[in-house]
């Protein structure tokens, strides 16, 4: 993974004139149609030139910068192909909620196609199919029947993890720690316990670790730039991430094929696979389940480690903003007992910083492509059928036209005059319309519990001669912080960190 986007001397040569001759010919085959209004063109040689310069982290903002140029809608050629990018909360809003039909399709990117999934199974990336109706109306049901939704029903399983976690923490006596693997463990065991069973975890506990340590392994190796661009496979920086992406994501389903033979021959706990084997019956088809398992761990072991773990940054940054966090925990909840779900209606700071969290550090900063069914519009624009189309979440949370300043870390722009809540609706990193996160609600509560229940009894700081904590953003599908330590010391009425 490249942390500050600096291309290796050996390659850049190579890279240059791989790209020039490439460009010449995405030049000749732009696509035209007369009587179109396409959105805006995007010059090819300017991106490829911002990403030579700095690095594969320059898309979301580059994206988003050509959008103060172009409008909130342009688009690029590659081949014959035309991506487009949507940048504000608005356009991404009418393409994916008003015309969620037509922009319901996936393209087959190469990272899927040709290197992890050449049958596009599963979820997440699956064309817009039977397949995938049938699959994602499965999951959900299942789900369901553990308690998804569910408020009770998934806090219990949440605080489970939250209490493991917290022992964990109370271990290091408030020594720098890096929390990202303790914080990707226990936020991934509660769906991994729903997909197969606490016994797999106590029995298997090599394998239940190899789910979770491939499956971010994997995540972080995902690019965009290979999917938009395939023919950079052939340089040298991008064959090396393909070979981990391949290598992690090998290990993964295996670790998931073992999964499903210990629940095939453990019958003792209900588990997602054992719904998904009786439902379908002796004849199911095994590499679709393999696959179905395969993105539901995506989303569970990235997406809240990562946000809780930017979280603790801003906090441990933040100070005057961690204190009345705090204090309204503190008024609001007994001191006796964990945060609940049913306690957030009466958290509306709290609620502020979660959604300023998720704003200002957009984990997902280019969602997943979508691809286009027909030929349709989005605002003012035509969009060709079988077109790549990238919602650009960080440019609409960035968007200084919809949040003052929007650099500052300033959960108060989520509050009104009336200590309400508002513009939740803008945060977008879940994604819109049909092809939304399947685990959105399950996220959003581990996020809500994780989160309270470590401020309300620990105090967020950075390491002992340090004001604050440095990192860089470190950008691949997602964007994660780089190493960094932090002390998380129990709360005691009178103290707050010192230095």
Known sequence: MFDGGEIPVFAASFTVVAVFLLLRRFKQNGIKDVGKQYPPSLSVLALWSAILRRGLTVLPEHFKKSAEKHGPIFSFTTGK??????????????????????????????????????????????????????????????????????????????????????????????????????????????????????????????????????????????????????????LPMFGKRIDLLRTSCERLLNGLEEGIKFNKSNSSEATFVGRFLEIEGTDYDHQDLLYVLRDLVFASTDTVSTTMQWAVVELANHPEIQNRFQREIDEMVPGDRLPSLDDKPRLPYTEAVILEIMRRRTVVPLLVPHATLKD?????????????????????????????????????????????????????????????????????????????????????????????????????????????????IPRMKATQCQG
């Open 376 to 488: 349709t519009k989005v605002l003012e624009y035509d969009v060709p059928k079988d077109c790549m189309v990238i919602p650009n979440a960080h440019s609409a949370h960035m968007d200084p036209q919809l949040w003052k300043d929007p650099d500052t870390f300033r959960p108060e722009r989520f509050l009104d005059a009336d200590n309400k809540v508002i513009n939740s609706q803008k945060m977008i990193g879940f994604g819109l319309g049909k092809r939304s996160c399947l685990g959105e609600v399950l996220a959003r509560q581990k996020v809500f519990l994780f989160l309270t229940s470590l401020v309300q009894r620990f105090d967020i700081c950075p390491p002992e001669g340090q004001d604050s904590i440095a990192v860089k953003e470190i950008i691949a599908s997602t964007t994660a912080p780089s190493h960094f330590e932090v002390r998380l």
């Open 81 to 234: 192909r035309m991506v487009v990018v949507l940048n504000s909360y608005d356009a991404i809003y009418d393409a994916m909620v008003r015309h969620s039909e037509a922009f319901a399709d996936r393209n087959a990117l190469f990272t899927e196609e040709k290197v992890i999934n050449p049958e596009l199974r599963g979820i997440i990336h699956s064309r817009y199919n039977h397949s995938y109706k049938k699959y994602h109306k499965l999951s959900l049901s299942i789900l369901k029947e553990f308690g998804y939704g569910v408020q009770g029903v998934s806090e219990t399983r949440i605080l489970q993890e939250v209490e493991s976690m917290h022992g964990e923490i109370l271990k290091q006596n408030g020594r720098p720690i890096n929390p990202k693997w303790l914080i990707t463990f226990a936020t991934s065991n509660v769906v991994l316990s729903i997909l197969f069973g606490k016994d797999f975890q106590q029995s298997l506990p090599k394998n239940h670790s190899t789910i979770i340590e491939s499956s971010a392994e994997c995540v972080e190796n995902m690019d965009m730039t290979l999917n938009m661009a395939p023919f950079v496979r052939f």
